[in-house]
């Protein structure tokens, strides 16, 4: 079989792609995959790393990480891939699945594992199903697109690429005023100073200075280790490494008497993780309404403001006519744009957006982008955006990375 013969797939968030990856994996091969028939076929996914990890935990053994002591559910999203990655290689697949290889994954490790993923193609089939443009791998392939269940074969890269080209987005509405206004009085939102942490004696951010002020838009950068969600769980009050340290929320000094409550009424949060919290059967207009009261859910009976301000909102969105159905029916990219107006219906000074597209194809990526943007445009609300990768569209005024050293990680900043 000629090995520099790859396929492609372009998912989104509405295909099937499990039912997909099964056929791929049992031999029922989709037309146009028939060279596959009858060789061997692995698969490399965020799933295959959960499937493994139960078995360790259920077992107490080891299977990919029996060279290393160290658990496979304690190594970072990197150290995992790499370690399921060799773990494959050694079973010497004819052609493997690679499932969004690059979730989760800092563009330093993004980087390296393209470059393996390159050098592994010289000598195996790579099959890639990924959902964003931008990582897809230059290699000789027959281009595919699974819309819904249905795959659509292209002649050649350039017509995939031209069919499969970005919109730009464009929220024409205006952004929801508020109801009642969260007002910070300080202009400095957030102060580090010069402030070190350490877990267990191991040294995690080293000397940190930062400052977030009033209506400023910034991205967090940095690889998977380098303490993003430390440094964010001191800012929203759900780390005790801020006592002690020059560290002020909001003006005050971390410690001087402010509860966790009173900080967090100032502050917007969303992470994709949260939508988790909402398994219940809440409906969509419902989810918005209780931002205004900061539970995972609506017990009160909603005010005629609130159900007015969800609706606009709803309308922004252009998911008015959803506001009945049931949230967890939604799709994934629905669900966010939901949750981050459901952080912003009080217009706190503060907005913290962790890894929110993550897991989004392009289009509804672009889409959260668009939102984002409208928001840092058209509100007096700071925001913090932390992601992996560097959206595109995405229009930061700061970016402030965070450097992983051996004394902990060094911060710095960069206009964008």
Partial sequence: MDATQHYLILTDNKAAIKPLIQKLMNGQLPNGFQPLQNKLGLLFSRSEIHRYMDEEERHDIKIITSNTAQPLKTMSSGEQKKALLQHLLTQQPDYIILLNPYDNLDVATQTSLKAQLVAISKHTILVQVVSRLDDILELDASYFKLEV?????????????????????????????????????????????????????????????????????????????????????MI????????????????????????????????????????????????????????????????????????????????????????????????????????????????????????????????????????????????????????????IGLEPQFNYYLEPAVTGSTGHIAKS
């Fill in 236 to 391: 929203t009050g759900d780390s005790h490494k801020g006592y002690g340290t020059d560290l002020k929320l909001f003006g005050n000094k971390k410690g001087s008497g402010e509860s966790v409550w009173e900080l967090k009424s100032k502050i917007g949060y969303f992470t994709p993780a949260m939508t988790d919290k909402f398994r219940g059967y809440h409906s969509v207009e419902h989810m918005l309404v209780s931002g205004f009261h900061d539970s995972v859910g609506l017990y009160v009976r909603p005010t005629d403001q609130e159900k007015r301000k969800a609706k606009e909102w709803l309308q922004l969105l252009d998911l008015e006519s959803k506001k009945n159905q049931q949230f967890k029916d939604l799709s994934q990219g629905q669900k966010r744009l939901v949750m981050t107006a459901r952080a912003m219906v009080k217009h706190p000074p503060l907005l913290i957006l962790d890894e929110p597209t993550a897991g989004l194809d392009d289009a509804n990526a672009s889409l959260f982008i668009a939102l984002v943007n409208k928001i840092a445009n058209e509100s007096d609300t700071t925001i913090v955006f932390v992601s992996h990768r560097k959206e």
């Fill in 149 to 233: 269940d249905q795959l659509v074969g292209y002649t050649d890269s350039a017509s995939f690429f031209t069919s499969n080209k970005e919109q730009k987005v464009v929220f024409n509405k205006k952004l929801p005023e508020p109801l009642l206004k969260i007002e910070a009085t300080a202009e400095k939102l957030i102060e580090f100073n010069e402030v070190s942490v350490a877990f267990n004696g191991k040294p995690v951010l080293d000397r940190i200075q930062w400052t977030i002020k009033k209506n400023e838009f910034w991205q967090l950068i940095g690889p998977n280790g380098s303490g993003k969600t430390t440094l964010l769980s």
